[in-house]
């Protein structure tokens, strides 16, 4: 078998890396600086939301879209985005989206209502899905060697799990020493300055073949997934049964299996199914999905219980999840040292069940619970249960991916997490808001107010849980790879 199919400890030989990248690990931290810039975007205004909210007198009723707008268009087009990076070339496809998010988080951050807000987050979130699928593979090409690959999906996932949670920091600094507009105008010099290094550092690459896009599975896919968050928002204020509920929950599967059989029939897919009806990559894909769901939900009700229960200030609360960003990145880089030892599978189920655990452990929180005896640990053993689980997802969802797909492929590891974020936010809310009204209707103490939003977060955090257990449960049953099978799948050169 030759060198590159199988995964070692060993040094590569010295022919081998002679035909390496010279400029690869400058690559490698342009495209985790640009990756890191996305993921910020989907938690950095979630502390900066309620002083935009009363600055542009935003409702409490619309005040999420703040936050769905960007995950819902991200995930929405990131199918398409990654098939126009494949055949416009991912390196001028990643520099392109970089000016572009610059230019949308320039016009959110001088945004002057709400309306104006909630557009440029929705066009932050198009050009994210130009932009994250280029550079996953972008990584992919540049990093051929299999254990410099596994190292360099380590960064990767590193970024991408610690990313929301270091948003979660700066969004609490910007906004208590500066403005919350500046947790949107920050993007504008790192963009730029990260789309000029990318055009000296980072080579091209693209597929071959017809250049033909599937407009109307985008359309499909993203107004299901629309209709999808837009109804669980519904049933939060109207309830599950009413009518608008309804109507918009059967339009999104209508939708969304429309978009199946679109697929199915359709010569230049947006979506080949056979990407993801391979059990490995299915089985990431899925799993990737529940974690999404249930990690944008922990988030927000642990920023709902800092600052409204703890009363901790928007600064202090970001800084209260610095310890999770610190978790992840110390285990995805174990994870990356352990993957070709190990392969994906019992990282993953390990790490999904650790976190599930730690989100158990968040629903006994109290009315003064403290955080170094209680909010702390249970946040350490969440963040090195799911650094575990970030890098076995990227590199499982590559794993026999014919060159031609890899693109598609790669925007799926982001689409499944934003998609399950704004599902999370919107499923979990309503969760949330039910299990406080209940509270409130069977308790009458004079306790009572102050301790039905906390049963409301246990709640929330007892489903998050749920929901990881269930993603622990798929990935031992459908992932089979081994590491073996990594070794073999990060063979798969795209082509230059």
Do not use: C
Not at 238 to 257: E, H, N, P
Not at 375 to 403: C, H, M, Q, R, W
């Amino acid at each position: 078998m030759p060198a590159t199919m199988t995964l070692t400890t060993e040094a590569p030989p010295a022919e081998a890396l002679a035909q390496l990248d010279p400029r690869r690990f400058k690559a490698l931290f342009i495209i985790a600086l640009a990756q890191l810039m996305i993921v910020l975007d989907a938690s950095v205004v979630t502390i900066a939301l309620p002083s935009a909210q009363r600055a542009l007198h935003i409702s409490l009723q619309n005040r999420q879209w703040a936050l769905t707008a960007y995950t819902l268009t991200f995930g929405g087009l990131l199918l398409i985005g990654g098939r126009i990076a494949d055949f416009a070339g991912r390196k001028r496809t990643f520099i392109l989206s970089l000016f572009g998010f610059a230019g949308a988080s320039a016009l959110g951050g001088l945004a002057l209502n709400g309306g104006m807000l909630f557009g440029a987050r929705a066009l932050q979130g198009a050009f994210a899905a130009l932009m994250a699928p280029a550079s996953l593979s972008l990584l992919t090409v540049t990093f051929t060697e299999a254990r410099e690959r596994a190292k360099a999906f380590g960064v990767y996932g590193a970024v991408a799990g610690g990313g929301a949670a270091i948003g979660l920091v700066l969004g609490g600094l910007l906004t208590q020493y500066a403005s919350w507009r500046w947790t949107l105008l920050i993007n504008v010099p790192i963009a730029v300055v990260t789309a000029v290094a990318a055009s000296r550092e980072v080579r091209e690459s693209r597929a071959e073949g017809p250049r033909r896009y599937d407009v109307p599975g985008a359309l499909l896919i993203t107004f299901g997934l629309l209709s999808l968050v837009y109804g669980f928002t519904k049933a939060q204020s109207d309830g599950w049964g009413s009518g608008a509920t309804v109507l918009l929950l059967v339009a999104a599967i209508v939708l969304i299996g429309a978009f199946v059989a679109v697929e199915r029939r359709s010569s230049a897919p947006l979506l080949p199914l056979r990407v993801v009806l391979d059990r490995n990559r299915g089985g990431s894909f899925l799993a990737s999905l529940l974690v999404g769901l249930a990690l944008f939900g922990t988030f927000l009700f642990l920023t709902f219980y800092l600052q409204l229960t703890l009363h901790y200030s928007a600064l202090k609360s970001g800084f209260a999840f610095l310890p999770f960003s610190g978790g992840i990145i110390v285990s995805a880089a174990l994870a990356s040292q352990l993957l070709p030892r190990l392969g994906p599978r019992v990282l993953m189920a390990g790490g999904l069940l650790m976190a599930a655990l730690g989100l158990a452990w968040f629903t006994q929180i109290g009315l003064h619970t403290s955080y170094v005896a209680h909010v702390l640990p249970s946040e350490i053993v969440v963040s090195v249960g799911l650094g575990f689980v970030f890098v076995p997802f990227s590199s499982t969802a590559l794993i026999g991916v014919a060159p031609h797909d890899a693109g598609v492929a790669s925007a799926l590891v982001n689409a499944t997490q934003q998609v399950g974020g704004s599902l999370g936010t919107a499923l979990l809310n309503t969760v949330y808001a039910s299990a406080a009204a209940g509270y409130l209707a069977a308790h009458r103490g004079v306790l009572a107010p102050a301790l039905a939003p906390i049963h409301g977060y246990a709640t929330g955090f007892t489903v998050s849980g749920s929901i990881l257990a269930l993603a622990m449960v798929l990935s031992v049953v459908l992932i089979r790879a081994s590491r073996h099978d990594l070794a073999a799948g990060s063979a798969v050169a795209l082509a230059p």
